[in-house]
């Protein structure tokens, strides 16, 4: 008998930041690392939310991010894990079945080069893994999301280590 392909798990989006602390040349610099060495999307500012942050008034921009899905999340995500030796932490997955991990160097991205204008920038990477039909059932009712539909951590590490090779361990 097939597996029921309701329980199949997928990549939902990939979302990559880049958090600079400051407006002005630092800001432009992540914005040229992440739009045209990094991904090839449109990126987003990301601005403070209240004093609190790095001590900044509210709705200063201080990072760069890019949502990508589809094939670009899978492509680009097969690169930032080759980057980090195909090795996660073993706390990179939250109780949703979501991974984050970070990238030290844009520079170990394979097809990336060293600019000195721009120098080296850090990023993290967060992943979205969703089964089928869970959009159409956070859109109704939210609340009735069986935990059986929910995404465990440890299908998401299952997940990544058949379709991306990866191997968690201390970090």
């Known amino acids: 008998m097939a597996e029921n392909p309701m329980k199949e798990i997928r990549i939902e ?3 990559i930041n880049i958090g ?3 407006a002005g ?3 432009d610099k992540a914005k040229k690392v ?3 060495l990094i991904t090839g999307h449109k990126i987003v500012t990301t601005h403070t939310h209240d004093r609190t942050t790095f001590g900044m008034a509210k709705g200063r921009p201080i990072g760069m991010m890019v949502t990508l899905r589809g ?3 899978n492509d680009f995500l097969k690169r930032a894990i080759e980057s980090v030796e ?3 932490p073993k706390a990179c997955c939250d109780r949703q079945g979501n991974l984050s991990f970070g990238v030290r160097e844009h520079i170990s991205m394979p097809g ?3 600019d000195p204008e721009i120098g080296v920038w850090g990023m993290d990477v967060c992943i979205r893994l969703e089964r089928r039909g869970y959009r159409v059932l956070r ?3 939210p609340d009735k999301i069986s935990k059986k539909h929910r995404v465990k951590p440890e299908e998401a590490k299952e997940f990544m280590i058949k379709n991306f090779d990866v191997k968690f361990g201390e970090e």
Do not use: H, M, S
């Open 20 to 22: 600079c602390g400051e």
């Open 86 to 88: 195909n090795k996660l």
């Open 13 to 15: 989006k990939v979302v």
């Open 34 to 36: 992440l739009e045209t």
């Open 25 to 27: 040349e630092k800001l």
């Open 139 to 141: 859109k109704r009712n």
């Open 112 to 114: 990336v080069r060293y």
């Open 71 to 73: 094939k670009d999340a």
